[in-house]
């Protein structure tokens, strides 16, 4: 990506949080929601980030699923990788945490980044169709309001076509490759590029070489519900911390809403994205504002700290630095160089 395009995406990214941040503060009474903070019985975030690990574990299950076709990767090497990706898209604008994950994984196993790239697109996508699936269970017991209706509307047409046609290119590898070997040799005139492209691609599908099995995507999905069942669970936990309740289904319906709603660009730790629709759809189903604001910034602060602080913590054991997220970003532009090791 070049440099401008870099800062045009961020200066987006932090005006759409700006102007959802703006909108939670022109609605809230600040004082309120201090004083609903100070009253808070802090205990449930306990058993709430214990069962989001569990929902990362079962992440990285899945990802050690996805990757298997490629190569087979122990859980146990997995899971500092995966935290170490999450803890980058909380703290790195463009999602550069997924970069640094498929960097790391290239390092420590020599599987490709293209390919690496291919599986995280592929979680992407079912985790999208998860969202999609708690809007469509929780409708007979939390119907979606609008506008939120209207997100939902084209989340599903985007989600479903990009499962529709990864799977089309995944089942037809040599007619796929026929195809963007033609496309490259009409739009790459310098052979050497074109030989780089052709190697990206042919790595990026391998990643996606899952998708041809059904078995392997009925296990993709279903490990895809139980990460967010946890994280649903989570949120069930946190609000034990506040004076409200609201069913289950409720909060199947905020992690759905909020989380299509992260897919927008955003500040690094999807600040203000997060944070209005889950504030709106607890105040649909009765949550008085300043109590719905407050049980949303601890949510949102427990989610972000947790795999933060793992996050960097595993940096350190596995030698990674700061300047490896530019390096990353790098090898991905460059077709994937010879990788560094870390130093002890």
């Given at each position: 990506?070049?440099?401008?395009?870099r800062?045009?995406?961020?200066?987006?990214?932090?005006?759409?949080?700006?102007?959802?941040?703006?909108?939670?503060?022109?609605?809230?009474?600040?004082?309120?929601?201090?004083?609903?903070?100070?009253?808070?019985?802090?205990?449930?975030?306990?058993?709430?980030?214990?069962?989001?690990?569990v929902?990362?574990?079962?992440?990285?299950?899945?990802?050690?699923y996805?990757?298997?076709?490629?190569?087979k990767?122990?859980l146990?090497?997995?899971?500092?990788?995966?935290?170490?990706?999450y803890?980058?898209?909380?703290?790195?604008?463009y999602?550069?945490?997924?970069?640094?994950?498929?960097?790391?994984?290239?390092?420590?196993t020599?599987i490709?980044?293209?390919?690496?790239?291919?599986?995280?697109?592929?979680?992407?996508?079912?985790?999208?169709?998860?969202?999609?699936?708690?809007?469509?269970?929780?409708?007979?017991?939390?119907?979606?309001?609008?506008?939120?209706?209207?997100?939902?509307?084209w989340?599903?047409?985007?989600?479903?076509?990009?499962?529709?046609?990864?799977?089309?290119?995944?089942?037809?590898?040599?007619?796929?490759?026929?195809l963007?070997?033609?496309i490259?040799?009409?739009?790459i005139?310098v052979?050497q590029?074109?030989?780089?492209?052709?190697?990206?691609?042919?790595?990026?599908?391998?990643?996606?070489?899952?998708?041809?099995?059904?078995?392997?995507?009925?296990?993709?999905?279903?490990?895809?519900?139980v990460?967010?069942?946890?994280?649903?669970?989570?949120?069930w936990?946190?609000?034990?911390?506040?004076?409200?309740?609201?069913?289950?289904?409720?909060?199947?319906?905020?992690?759905?809403?909020?989380?299509?709603?992260?897919?927008?660009?955003?500040?690094?730790?999807?600040?203000g994205?997060?944070?209005?629709?889950?504030?709106?759809?607890?105040?649909?189903?009765?949550?008085?504002?300043?109590?719905?604001?407050?049980?949303?910034l601890?949510?949102?602060?427990?989610?972000?700290?947790?795999?933060?602080?793992?996050?960097?913590?595993?940096?350190?054991?596995?030698?990674?630095?700061?300047?490896?997220?530019?390096?990353?970003?790098?090898?991905?532009?460059?077709?994937?160089?010879?990788?560094?090791?870390?130093?002890?």
């Amino acid at each position: 990506m070049k440099r401008w395009r870099r800062w045009l995406l961020l200066a987006l990214g932090l005006a759409i949080s700006a102007f959802f941040v703006y909108r939670i503060v022109q609605r809230l009474d600040l004082q309120g929601v201090w004083l609903i903070l100070q009253r808070a019985d802090y205990w449930w975030l306990l058993p709430g980030v214990a069962i989001y690990f569990v929902g990362l574990w079962a992440r990285t299950w899945r990802w050690h699923y996805l990757l298997r076709p490629i190569q087979k990767v122990s859980l146990r090497d997995l899971f500092p990788v995966m935290v170490i990706g999450y803890m980058g898209n909380n703290v790195y604008p463009y999602r550069a945490g997924e970069v640094i994950r498929a960097w790391v994984l290239k390092r420590n196993t020599g599987i490709s980044i293209s390919a690496t790239l291919a599986t995280v697109i592929v979680e992407r996508i079912f985790d999208g169709l998860v969202m999609l699936i708690f809007v469509f269970v929780t409708l007979p017991f939390a119907p979606i309001p609008a506008p939120y209706d209207q997100v939902v509307i084209w989340m599903t047409v985007l989600f479903f076509g990009g499962l529709a046609a990864f799977i089309g290119l995944a089942l037809r590898p040599e007619l796929t490759r026929r195809l963007y070997t033609w496309i490259f040799a009409k739009i790459i005139p310098v052979e050497q590029l074109r030989t780089r492209a052709l190697g990206l691609a042919d790595r990026f599908m391998d990643g996606l070489s899952p998708l041809r099995s059904p078995a392997d995507m009925t296990m993709t999905l279903v490990t895809s519900i139980v990460v967010w069942l946890a994280e649903t669970t989570k949120y069930w936990f946190v609000m034990h911390a506040f004076d409200f309740q609201v069913s289950f289904f409720v909060l199947m319906l905020m992690t759905a809403v909020v989380n299509l709603a992260t897919t927008l660009p955003s500040a690094p730790g999807y600040v203000g994205t997060f944070d209005e629709p889950g504030i709106a759809i607890l105040t649909i189903f009765g949550v008085e504002e300043n109590l719905a604001g407050a049980y949303t910034l601890v949510l949102h602060a427990a989610l972000w700290l947790a795999p933060t602080l793992l996050g960097a913590y595993y940096m350190i054991r596995q030698g990674v630095k700061w300047g490896d997220f530019a390096r990353a970003r790098q090898a991905v532009q460059t077709s994937e160089p010879e990788m560094v090791q870390p130093e002890n």
